[in-house]
């Protein structure tokens, strides 16, 4: 009834690059937590794939941003400049991209 399904091997080599990157342009530590996901659009007009990524920098600091692109095609000029952190705030609002 429920099937797992696990991303291609290639697929996590980019997730794991990406992961690398906002580490990185972020400056998030070690011990916190990003989650770097690919999923299909869901929306109208929305692209067929698209590049989530999830990041903390304390507990209650939760971080948001989407790439319109599949995870293979995400490059490092694709993600937000470190200044605009402040903007990436998720605040839970599901409209938030």
Same mark, same amino acid.
């Given at each position: 009834?429920?099937?797992?399904?696990? $991303?291609?091997?290639? &697929?996590?080599?980019?997730?794991?690059?990406?992961?690398?990157?906002? !580490?990185? %342009?972020?400056?998030? #530590?070690?011990?916190?937590?990003?989650?770097?996901?690919?999923?299909?659009?869901?929306?109208?007009?929305?692209? $067929?794939?698209?590049? &989530?990524?999830?990041?903390?920098?304390?507990?209650?600091?939760?971080? !948001?941003? %989407?790439?319109?692109? #599949?995870?293979?095609?995400?490059?490092?000029?694709?993600?937000?400049?470190?200044?605009?952190?402040?903007?990436?705030?998720?605040?839970?609002?599901?409209?938030?991209?």
């Amino acid at each position: 009834m429920f099937t797992t399904r696990s $991303p291609a091997r290639d &697929t996590l080599e980019h997730l794991d690059r990406i992961e690398a990157w906002v !580490r990185a %342009r972020f400056s998030v #530590p070690d011990d916190q937590i990003v989650l770097v996901s690919e999923e299909r659009g869901r929306v109208p007009g929305f692209p $067929p794939r698209l590049t &989530t990524v999830l990041f903390w920098m304390a507990r209650d600091e939760r971080y !948001r941003f %989407r790439v319109f692109k #599949p995870a293979a095609q995400v490059d490092k000029s694709d993600l937000p400049l470190a200044w605009l952190r402040p903007a990436l705030i998720d605040d839970g609002d599901a409209d938030c991209c």
